[in-house]
């Protein structure tokens, strides 16, 4: 520990060699031991010489873009005449007044200008990134077999089907969508459960306000039902104080699928539907007791052993 005394010696001799133009190394050698700590200390205040600075390599970029600023340039402008960002660009000028032809009107335009260049450039990447994930994810899964078409289907069916409840007992398979593509997998759940097409009915809801005979005729092209299978169409009394988003010709309405004697057909359903759930239940953590209970089956039903 040094006394008072020799730090006033040492910061004196240190200031010294500093008003020298010594660097702190060359300090070092001359004083003797000295840790970095206490020479920094007795040379606070001393500047260092001019020759230990190290320049800095964008010093011209700073001062040019200080003076592109002082001629009414905007930070975009700047950024993109000089190759930097537009982030360094802010540290170097933001001390500087805003040009007077760059008005908050005149801002927020260029802002709106520089998004919208953005965006047309970064969306079709983004999709571009999009279908290639899906078309991965396509070719991952490949072509579905029959047995993993009667789980898609019994878990689809389990989603948007009509099922029995404790309080309501029913057996009547039902299936309503809105979604073309979820109404085709499940008419090919129906094909490989052995349901021949000759019993459905078809049924479209809509709202009263749309075009009902146009999305009958979609539901017809999309099923390939003939006009016999489609019954009433039934319709939604349209209220005007709602501002819904579902309308326009791609709106068709919601199509209900009905299976004519298909007792059997909703038992098989809940078991291919409890087996597929109950074999995730350790992933979810819910026990296959408790899966088991939120299926009701008919009293004699046996239940399906995977």
């Known amino acids: 520990m040094r006394t008072p005394q020799e730090l006033d010696r040492l910061r004196e001799q240190a200031v010294q060699l500093r008003r020298q133009g010594k660097s702190l190394r060359q300090i070092k050698s001359i004083l003797g031991p000295i840790g970095n ?3 920094n200390v007795a040379l606070k205040g001393e500047p260092p010489p001019e020759w230990t600075r190290r320049p800095n390599a964008k010093d011209d970029l700073r001062a040019r873009a200080r003076e592109l600023r002082t001629l009414g340039m905007d930070y975009d402008a700047i950024a993109a005449a000089l190759g930097v960002a537009k982030s360094s660009v802010s540290l170097w000028v933001r001390d500087l007044p805003i040009p007077a032809g760059l008005s908050l009107a005149g801002r927020m335009e260029r802002s709106a200008e520089s998004t919208r260049r953005y965006w047309a ?12 994930t899906r078309r991965a994810a396509a070719t991952e899964l490949g072509h579905l077999t029959k047995r993993e078409l009667l789980i898609a289907g019994a878990i689809a069916y389990w989603c948007e089907g009509s099922k029995s409840k404790p309080y309501r007992r029913t057996n009547r398979v039902n299936f309503i969508n809105s ?13 490989a459960a052995g349901t021949p097409r000759s019993d459905l009915t078809f049924r479209v809801c809509i709202h009263e306000s749309a075009d009902v005979d146009a999305a009958q005729t979609f539901w017809a092209r999309v099923t390939g039902a003939s006009p016999g299978q489609f019954r009433r169409p039934t319709l939604k009394r349209h209220n005007p104080r709602t501002h819904r988003k579902n309308v326009g010709e791609d709106y068709h309405g919601c199509l209900r699928i009905d299976v004519r004697c298909s007792a059997a057909l909703y038992l098989r359903i809940e078991g291919w539907a409890a087996t597929a759930m ?3 239940a350790p992933a979810t953590g819910y026990s296959q007791p408790r899966l088991r209970r939120t299926l009701p089956m008919a009293p004699d039903a046996a239940w399906p052993v995977s």
């Open 278 to 280: 109950a074999g995730m």
């Open 179 to 191: 979604d073309p593509s979820l109404i085709c997998l499940f008419l090919q759940f129906l094909d």
């Open 37 to 39: 700590g206490t020479l």
């Open 121 to 132: 450039l970064e969306r079709p990447a983004r999709e571009a990134q999009r279908a290639a």
